[in-house]
């Protein structure tokens, strides 16, 4: 079913509420008007019977012929109706026809004794209802007497109406009543949720807190006061993370910066060649630092799974991980001899293809292989490897190792170790779990199984 892009939840209620109720009192009109015509019905029909046996009591034997024994005056009581009209007939089986003021409709069924018959229908124009009795004959006991009454139907017709004329406003107003209790249980249950709005509308990005006294609220409401609560705390979060982020990226910035401006008016002012030459290169150092922090913000920012789109994402290319492998080792040749590092690789030379973004996954193995030359052991080894089923890459050194209370810290963005040297910036990390978690691998710290130092592990998932 479609679903409506917008509507009111009062308004959806109320027909909802509204509308069965609406039906249940509609059938309840219609059951009493049944009830009130069937009950009509009744006590009129026994007020026909009635009247026929008391005809029925008066057929007579008078001078050897069976003939009705009531006056002008009594038949005239009998007859009398402010609002109907009245009519009878008396038959015998044998002699015909004995009393009558009209032609009565034969009854639908054939008669018995104590068996009354009632049925609609039409006398001189108008309907009628009759009810048909079969008594004895007084006279002679092979023959039976007919007696018909007929009335016809105004008094049932009125009852109905007056019935209608009642039940109606009744009902209508029992409608009115309902809708309004409705219309004011469903407003003020709601305004709980006018209540959460007008406070969500009143904060500030910066001030981002979550909705107290959830307890206090409807259950139904909860949940969903639970959810955005948690929503906030993890928008909160993202803005103190960020705020720490450009706290620090512009604290990494600013240092490298200011050298370079104390360093570049001295280099200017210096008369000194060597002194020129000093504060030069300390320029350079400064260059090659921002250049440095730089390079690692933009990789972050382009790593950043927060900042994923999909778009993004379909950039994924098969990669023969095996060979990206070896270039990188290529690449980093130069920087382990100056470190007397012997840089090796252990893994097949066959093909192991992955789904990933070639350029990030060599910034991520350039960044293990960078800590493990700086942080290792000079004259020491790293060996970059490679395993399959799964595509497991690790990078191990012979260092001091990283302590293990220290193995989740050293992920976070800018963490560096008190005993770190050299120029680092602390994003290598955060950026390898960045590129790690964007090709769906596990990235872990843990220890060179094969002497002291660590070991860099990524898993990547089956594909
Ligand atoms: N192989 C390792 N052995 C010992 N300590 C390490 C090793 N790798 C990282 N560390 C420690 O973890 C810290 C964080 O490393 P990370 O690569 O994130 O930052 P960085 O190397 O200081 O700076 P960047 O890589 O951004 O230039 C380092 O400062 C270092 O103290
Ligand atoms: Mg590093």
Redesign the pocket.
């Given at each position: 079913m479609k679903r409506q892009n917008g509507y009111s939840l009062r308004q959806r209620l109320l027909i909802r509420l509204g509308t069965p109720l609406f039906i249940v009192l509609t059938i309840g009109g219609v059951a009493t008007f049944a009830l009130a015509r069937h009950i009509g019905v009744v006590v009129y029909d026994r007020w026909l019977y009635d009247s026929a046996m008391t005809l029925a009591q008066q057929v007579k034997v008078q001078n050897k012929q069976l003939a009705l024994n009531l006056s002008t005056t009594a038949m005239e009581m009998f007859e009398w109706d402010s609002v109907d009209r009245i009519y009878e007939e008396v038959v015998s089986r044998k002699n015909g026809r004995i009393f009558g003021n009209a032609v009565l409709p034969a009854p639908p069924q054939d008669m018995a004794f104590s068996a009354p018959q009632y049925y609609d229908s039409v006398v001189n124009g108008r309907h009628v209802r009759v009810v048909a009795v079969m008594v004895p004959s007084p006279a002679d006991s092979g023959d039976a007497i007919y007696i018909q009454v007929a009335e016809t139907e105004s008094k049932r017709d009125s009852l109905i109406i007056e019935t209608l004329t009642l039940a109606m406003p009744l009902q209508l107003g029992l409608l009115l009543i309902v809708t309004i209790f409705i219309w004011l249980a469903v407003t003020s249950s709601l305004r709980m949720v006018d209540d959460i709005a007008v406070r969500l509308e009143g904060y500030e990005p910066e001030g981002l807190a979550p909705l107290d006294n959830v307890e206090d609220m409807p259950s139904e409401v909860k949940p969903l006061v639970k959810a955005l609560n948690q929503l906030i705390g993890k928008l909160s979060d993202s803005q103190n993370t960020q705020r720490r982020f450009v706290a620090n990226a512009a604290h990494q910035l600013r240092t490298p910066l200011a050298t370079l401006q104390v360093q570049t008016e001295r280099a200017l002012r210096e008369p000194n060649p060597t002194m020129h030459l000093e504060a030069l290169s300390q320029v350079f150092g400064a260059v090659t630092r921002l250049r440095?922090?730089v390079h690692?913000l933009l990789t972050l920012a382009r790593s950043d799974t927060m900042e994923r789109s999909d778009e993004q994402a379909l950039k994924m290319v098969r990669v023969d991980l095996s060979k990206l492998v070896r270039d990188e080792l290529e690449r980093w040749a130069d920087a382990a001899i100056s470190h007397s590092i012997d840089l090796g690789y252990d893994g097949p030379e066959k093909v192991i293809e992955i789904d990933g973004e070639p350029y990030l996954l060599r910034e991520l193995i350039g960044?293990?292989v960078?800590?493990?030359i700086?942080?290792?052991r000079t004259g020491g080894e790293v060996t970059l490897g490679l395993t399959t089923m799964p595509v497991t890459l690790f990078?191990d050194?012979n260092?001091?190792?990283?302590p293990a209370e220290?193995r989740t810290l050293?992920?976070e963005r800018f963490?560096?170790?008190s005993?770190?040297g050299?120029?680092?910036?602390?994003?290598?990390?955060?950026?390898?779990r960045e590129i790690a978690m964007r090709h769906g691998a596990r990235l872990t710290i843990g220890d060179n199984s094969h002497s002291c130092?660590?070991r860099?592990t990524v898993i990547f998932p089956d594909n």
């Amino acid at each position: 079913m479609k679903r409506q892009n917008g509507y009111s939840l009062r308004q959806r209620l109320l027909i909802r509420l509204g509308t069965p109720l609406f039906i249940v009192l509609t059938i309840g009109g219609v059951a009493t008007f049944a009830l009130a015509r069937h009950i009509g019905v009744v006590v009129y029909d026994r007020w026909l019977y009635d009247s026929a046996m008391t005809l029925a009591q008066q057929v007579k034997v008078q001078n050897k012929q069976l003939a009705l024994n009531l006056s002008t005056t009594a038949m005239e009581m009998f007859e009398w109706d402010s609002v109907d009209r009245i009519y009878e007939e008396v038959v015998s089986r044998k002699n015909g026809r004995i009393f009558g003021n009209a032609v009565l409709p034969a009854p639908p069924q054939d008669m018995a004794f104590s068996a009354p018959q009632y049925y609609d229908s039409v006398v001189n124009g108008r309907h009628v209802r009759v009810v048909a009795v079969m008594v004895p004959s007084p006279a002679d006991s092979g023959d039976a007497i007919y007696i018909q009454v007929a009335e016809t139907e105004s008094k049932r017709d009125s009852l109905i109406i007056e019935t209608l004329t009642l039940a109606m406003p009744l009902q209508l107003g029992l409608l009115l009543i309902v809708t309004i209790f409705i219309w004011l249980a469903v407003t003020s249950s709601l305004r709980m949720v006018d209540d959460i709005a007008v406070r969500l509308e009143g904060y500030e990005p910066e001030g981002l807190a979550p909705l107290d006294n959830v307890e206090d609220m409807p259950s139904e409401v909860k949940p969903l006061v639970k959810a955005l609560n948690q929503l906030i705390g993890k928008l909160s979060d993202s803005q103190n993370t960020q705020r720490r982020f450009v706290a620090n990226a512009a604290h990494q910035l600013r240092t490298p910066l200011a050298t370079l401006q104390v360093q570049t008016e001295r280099a200017l002012r210096e008369p000194n060649p060597t002194m020129h030459l000093e504060a030069l290169s300390q320029v350079f150092g400064a260059v090659t630092r921002l250049r440095h922090v730089v390079h690692q913000l933009l990789t972050l920012a382009r790593s950043d799974t927060m900042e994923r789109s999909d778009e993004q994402a379909l950039k994924m290319v098969r990669v023969d991980l095996s060979k990206l492998v070896r270039d990188e080792l290529e690449r980093w040749a130069d920087a382990a001899i100056s470190h007397s590092i012997d840089l090796g690789y252990d893994g097949p030379e066959k093909v192991i293809e992955i789904d990933g973004e070639p350029y990030l996954l060599r910034e991520l193995i350039g960044n293990l292989v960078d800590n493990a030359i700086r942080y290792g052991r000079t004259g020491g080894e790293v060996t970059l490897g490679l395993t399959t089923m799964p595509v497991t890459l690790f990078v191990d050194d012979n260092g001091p190792g990283i302590p293990a209370e220290e193995r989740t810290l050293v992920l976070e963005r800018f963490y560096r170790r008190s005993d770190a040297g050299g120029d680092g910036c602390g994003l290598g990390l955060a950026i390898c779990r960045e590129i790690a978690m964007r090709h769906g691998a596990r990235l872990t710290i843990g220890d060179n199984s094969h002497s002291c130092g660590t070991r860099v592990t990524v898993i990547f998932p089956d594909n």
